[in-house]
């Protein structure tokens, strides 16, 4: 028996299929391009992948695909759809309303589709991957995973914006924090690595990649996150800029005759690395060019670490202290000179890196040095495995 999960995105859908028992992944693959001309479907594991071009007008046809490449006699991975006995899908906003993750019926329906005006990119494409399983696996349990749900713990000091405040009140205009999936998983495999519980640990987690965002964590509650009302504030990122100054939004509206909309494309698609280096949203692509001696390569290099050390120094001082900060995502797993430079010139704080561990690649690991007080530690984020465990549990 398995378990899918469905990530559906704007335009695309994700997906893994994971026997619920030995929680091995036995089949995995991607539909791009939904809704266009050139939609392709690329499935299999990465031995036996293959990429067939796929007519995919919405997302009912890119899941009546995936689960016809699931039935495939010769690639597929299972002989009926029957064995398929839940979905678990990512929902990116839950708004106020989920805390953990919920079986789907109507009212969490309801509930999701009130929040699209929140998350107008995230949410739509997911109801349709919802409605999509429903209909397709009418026997299949449908769970919805939120990427906000790990941050409802948040105090309202840190949650509420200083605008008046019936903008919360009224309008519900508060920081929501977003990739929280991944940050209870890897704060989850640090105590498991730590060997503590959680409950008695600080953790500042580190979700580093196109999109970036920083939590802290104390005693396992998210007490704070960078990401806030959208998935634009905080750390600067590939393409999004991150917080900057509220005020540079009516300049370029009012001073420089921009729509809202320009600016909103500007804020989240050509900022960031991309907007600074003027090459590539593509940290490889800027390192190597920084390394070439690209100077504005270099400066998006350079703030990149710096807005996440600014981040890791808040959290210090809010929690009062850190036991362990982990990195995770495309840049946190896999960039050792960005974890380089993050960490320069903390030793007085006792954060000590050890230079060959962080070289190492590809697996969980402690990378700070054995007289670090602060343990610093890389864990391959795995959201997939946190909607499986509940999906399980919400199927028990
Ligand atoms: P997303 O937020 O889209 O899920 P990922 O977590 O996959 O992003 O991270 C993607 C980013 O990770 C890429 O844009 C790239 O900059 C970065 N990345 C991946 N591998 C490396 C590497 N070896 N060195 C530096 N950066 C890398």
Do not use: W
């Amino acid at each position: 028996m398995y378990i899918l999960v469905i990530n559906a995105g704007s335009s695309s859908l994700k997906y893994q299929l994971v026997d619920k028992d030995t929680r091995e992944l036995v089949d995995k693959g991607l539909c791009e391009r939904v809704g266009s001309d050139d939609s392709f479907h690329k499935h299999g594991l990465d031995s036996n992948e293959c990429v067939v071009a796929s007519r995919l007008p919405d997302h009912r046809a890119a899941v009546q695909a995936v689960l016809d490449s699931l039935l495939d006699p010769r690639t597929g991975s299972i002989s009926s759809l029957d064995e398929i006995v839940a979905v678990g899908h990512r929902v990116v906003h839950g708004g106020e309303h989920f805390s953990a993750s919920v079986v789907i019926d109507d009212e969490v329906i309801a509930r999701v589709e009130e929040c699209i005006p929140l998350a107008p990119l995230h949410n739509p494409p997911s109801l349709a991957g919802i409605a999509a399983c429903s209909e397709l696996l009418p026997g299949a349990t449908q769970v919805a995973v939120f990427d906000t749900a790990f941050h409802t713990t948040m105090p309202p000091k840190a949650y509420v914006y200083p605008l008046p405040y019936e903008y919360f009140e009224k309008h519900r205009i508060r920081r929501y924090g977003f990739h929280g999936t991944s940050h209870r998983y890897i704060a989850a495999r640090a105590s498991a690595l730590l060997e503590k519980p959680l409950d008695e640990l600080k953790l500042i987690t580190c979700h580093l990649g196109n999109g970036c965002s920083i939590t802290a964590i104390d005693k396992g509650i998210s007490v704070d996150t960078s990401l806030g009302f959208t998935p634009l504030e905080g750390l600067m990122m590939g393409t999004r800029c991150g917080s900057i100054d509220p005020a540079i939004v009516l300049y370029l509206i009012e001073t420089l005759g921009m729509t809202p909309r320009e600016v909103n494309d500007v804020m989240n698609r050509q900022s960031g690395l991309l907007g600074i280096s003027g090459l590539s949203n593509d940290l490889r692509d800027v390192r190597a060019a920084a390394e070439a001696g690209h100077e504005r390569a270099l400066l998006a290099y350079e703030m990149y670490s710096y807005s996440a050390k600014k981040y890791i120094g808040q959290y210090v001082f809010t929690m009062a202290g850190v036991d362990a900060i982990i990195l995770t995502a495309g840049v946190g797993e896999n960039c050792d000179r960005m974890r380089r430079m993050i960490f320069e010139g903390l030793e007085p704080l006792g954060i000590i890196i050890d230079q060959d561990k962080n070289a190492l690649r590809g697996f969980e690991r402690v990378i700070s040095a054995e007289n670090s007080r602060v343990k610093v530690i890389v864990i391959p984020t795995n959201e997939e495995l946190m909607i499986v465990e509940d999906t399980l549990a919400l199927l028990s």
